[in-house]
DNA sequence: GAAGTGATGTTTTTT
DNA sequence: ACATCACTTC
């Protein structure tokens, strides 16, 4: 062991490596060497004579966390690395309150929620409830619950609110308050924690702190690190303050973020968090890394130049010493399909004039929807892929259906898992079974399994009571043999007797032999993870366990980095990668930035620094594509580049033909000969014609009807009273309060009624 | 209760 | 275009 890392660093990284007590705040650009800050960091507390396992890091993601310890252990060696605590937020509470459930009246083998199960569970109670499905959206009542857990108000604070109950009244979803804390009452009765309970639920162990248990985790987590966190939200920065904050506690607490980098304030992230620890730790060091050492100067120029459209921003100037390096190529296509060949050309072109493989290449879109396209060009090309996001394999149905199974032996009270099996394999028990088991369920306030477990004299047919019965006896049979049999075992028996493999067996059609294939896959990775040796945080081999360790995973934690594939992923996916060449592909006005950002600066702003990410993302080639037209609705629509493309100078970009020739095979999309047009700096036509509402009576408004102090009403926002206009004629900026919320509107887009 | 059929809305991003 | 959902018929 020795000191060389530190000769590693830069003065500024140095020094944010080496400043161990007290908070500290490191605003780290793209490509400054974050990961390596935070690992040396790590590291040094260690050789400094911490103990790893008083050290808790908080990432973003599974991998992030996963490639920090590797990173320590290759620092310090001796395998320290993995007696750090390193984890997202979502799985280090979940183990935590793996350990705590009881203490807050969960039962700890609960059984982790993901979105899938939580819409089907507020789609059961507002049809149960008689309420009109298209006014009460289940993602819109889902986005609200979640936002509510990350403002920390309970769903008996939420009816004790009276604007908030106004504001529901004005978004005439009066029942808002009854559904949120109906979602509530059954995730509990259930045993289940959707996502945001994991954070919701341990901010209310520290808080409510039964047995004192918050001294625990005080002496436990002397040192904190949190990634990211211009990402994180309200109640995550709540419970780091939890944490940290105590009677004579040394404060010490390391953030890191990057307030250009903020891409998730859809999901409650907000930038506000690094002011707050400003204001919270007075005396916090500030270290900012604006040494960019990914990439070449076009490409971090062009970053910067996007980026100072964005008002509200903390300063700092990126800069790179890497040489200039290639200007940006844009590429104009007719077509989506085009788009994906032309990109799969100057994929193949690339490998042999820069000499890249494929997995030095990555193409980045908007939407996950967008990845088709490029999928099959590659596919005809012989390039391999890999497809990130989308339905990941823990989402697919047949797995899902066979975790039902196993979720329902480790907890019989998890009403979602009951309700996906207990007909599948097809048993005689329907719809309206189960909606009147449910409905019993919910009277009693009991979980539905009880209701089952005692079917007698509840009124069902004998038929259904008997079918019933049989269900509750194969279930029980499984349980038994919990204790007796490893997780493997025990997930054949239940495949097998269930049913559930054989029905899956006997469908002969492709999609029917994939879904086999998958539940294998599945089965062979319960085998894995049986066999294999035990990891720090897995403290056995229980069927509970396993199903704890995936709940939380997602399709990237499956990475394979031998692979030699080109990378296929959304721009939020690819947070924190880095390419030697990357393709932002589909850059067109209501794509990127999507159409539903259009509506308020801030959302606007969020797209940009999305925008952002994208292109710091390569270190040599950045190609930027855009396509004239493209399959959306099932139709062709017709696209305007988009306006960040407007935002880079020439200077950075390559203005003359990005491409030598367009592929030969295709006829179809070069008919009209415009596939290769001549490129400069791309325009805009001179409207935006917004998209058509779905109501009519929303529409366009022009300045002159309205004035400050007016109502209006927002297609999405509700009513609100205009505070401001402000902006020059035709691109006009209202600040609009919404019951208590203002929102900066762009007057262009906003449909409105007066 | 099961299976088949037509209608409808749905798409931003993810732990 | 696609999937889900409500509605029909057996």
Redesign the pocket.
């Known amino acids: 062991m020795s000191n060389t890392y530190l000769d590693q660093l830069n003065d500024i990284q140095r020094q944010a490596v080496t400043t161990i007590n007290g908070p500290v705040m490191v605003i780290a650009g793209p490509g400054s060497g974050k990961t390596r800050v935070l690992t040396y960091r790590i590291a040094h507390l260690i050789e400094q004579g911490v103990n790893p396992w008083n050290i808790l890091a908080l990432t973003?993601?599974n991998k992030a966390a996963r490639e920090m310890k590797e990173r320590i252990n290759t620092t310090i060696g001796g395998g320290v690395g993995s007696s750090v605590w390193a984890g997202?937020?979502?799985?280090v509470f979940a183990r935590i309150l793996r350990y705590e459930a009881e203490l807050i009246g969960y039962p700890a083998n609960f059984t982790i929620y993901d979105?899938q199960d939580t819409k089907s569970v507020l789609?059961n109670i507002i049809?149960e409830n008689n309420l009109e499905?298209?006014v009460y959206?289940v993602?819109g009542v889902r986005a609200r619950i979640s936002s509510c857990k990350y403002n920390l108000i309970s769903p008996k604070a939420y009816t004790e609110n009276n604007e908030l109950i106004q504001e529901d009244h004005q978004r005439r979803q009066p029942h808002f308050q009854k559904i949120y804390k109906a979602y509530m009452a059954r995730c509990r009765r259930a045993g289940a924690m959707d996502?945001d309970d994991l954070l919701y639920q341990m901010f209310i162990l520290l808080h409510k702190n039964p047995n004192d248990v918050i001294k625990k985790y005080h002496h436990k987590f002397r040192y904190l690190l949190v990634d990211e966190f211009q990402d994180t939200n309200f109640l995550q920065y709540q419970i780091v303050r939890k944490l940290v904050n105590y009677t004579n506690s040394p404060h010490n607490v390391c953030i890191v973020g990057d307030d250009a980098q903020s891409i998730y304030a859809?999901?409650g992230a907000t930038i506000e968090n690094i002011l707050n620890f400003q204001r919270d730790y007075k005396n916090a060091k500030i270290f900012k890394l604006e040494q960019n050492y990914r990439s070449t100067h076009h490409i971090v120029q062009a970053a910067n130049e996007v980026i100072l459209n964005n008002k509200r921003q903390i300063q700092k100037k990126i800069w790179t010493d890497k040489g200039k390096g290639e200007p940006i190529k844009i590429l104009q296509t007719v077509t989506d399909t085009e788009e994906g060949k032309r990109v799969a050309d100057m994929i193949l072109e690339q490998k042999t004039r820069y000499h890249l493989q494929n997995k030095d290449i990555a193409i980045l879109y908007r939407?996950?929807?967008q990845s088709r396209s490029f999928e099959e060009a590659l596919r005809s090309h012989r390039i391999k892929y890999r497809v990130y996001?989308g339905l990941s394999f823990y989402q697919r149905k047949e797995i899902k259906d066979m975790l039902g199974y196993l979720r329902l032996i480790v907890n019989p009270n998890d009403e979602e898992a009951l309700r996906r099996v207990i007909?599948l394999p097809?048993?005689?028990?329907?719809?309206?079974?189960v909606d009147k088991v449910s409905k019993i369920a919910d009277s009693n306030n009991v979980p539905m399994w009880m209701v089952i477990e005692n079917i007698d004299s509840q009124g069902f047919s004998a038929r259904?009571t008997n079918s019933i019965k049989g269900f509750v006896k194969l279930i029980k049979k499984f349980q038994k043999q919990h204790v007796t049999k490893d997780a493997y075992e025990l997930a054949k028996i239940a495949g097998t007797e269930s049913g559930l493999l054989k029905m899956l067996g006997e469908d002969k059609t492709i999609e029917g032999m994939n879904r086999m294939e998958n539940v294998q896959g599945l089965l062979d990775g319960i085998k894995i993870f049986v066999d294999s040796e035990p990891v720090a945080e897995e403290e056995d081999k229980s069927l509970a366990t396993y199903l704890q360790s995936i709940a939380?995973l997602?399709d990237?934690d499956t990475d394979d980095k031998s692979d030699d594939k080109v990378t296929l992923m959304?721009v939020?996916?690819a947070k924190g990668l880095e390419f030697p060449s990357v393709f932002v592909v589909g850059m067109e006005e209501d794509l990127f930035p999507?159409f539903?950002?259009k509506n308020t600066i801030d959302?606007m702003d969020e797209e940009r620094r999305l925008f952002y990410v994208a292109i710091t993302r390569a270190e040599l080639y950045l190609t930027l594509s855009y396509s004239k037209s493209r399959?959306r609705?099932?139709q062709v629509r017709y696209n305007e580049s988009s306006r960040f493309l407007e935002e880079i100078s020439t200077e950075n970009m390559d203005v003359s033909i990005p491409f030598s020739k367009s592929s030969g095979g295709s006829t179809r999309s070069s008919v009209s000969g415009a596939g290769i047009r001549k490129y400069g700096t791309p325009m805009r036509k001179a409207k935006t014609a917004p998209a058509a509402s779905s109501d009519p009576s929303f529409k366009s408004t022009s300045a002159t009807d309205l004035k400050v102090g007016q109502q209006i009403e927002h297609f999405r926002f509700g009513k609100g009273k205009i505070q401001s206009i402000e902006g020059a004629k035709g691109n006009e900026v209202l600040t609009v309060n919404f019951s208590g919320m203002e929102k900066r509107i762009m007057l262009k887009f906003a449909k409105l009624k007066v």
Do not use: D, V, W
């Open positions: 973003f993601t997202t937020f979502h799985s979105t789609s049809r499905p298209k959206s993602n996502f859809f999901r939407t996950n929807a996001g007909n097809k048993r005689a028990i329907g719809k309206s079974t259904a939380l997602t990237q959304s939020h996916a999507s539903m950002s959302e399959y609705f099932g």
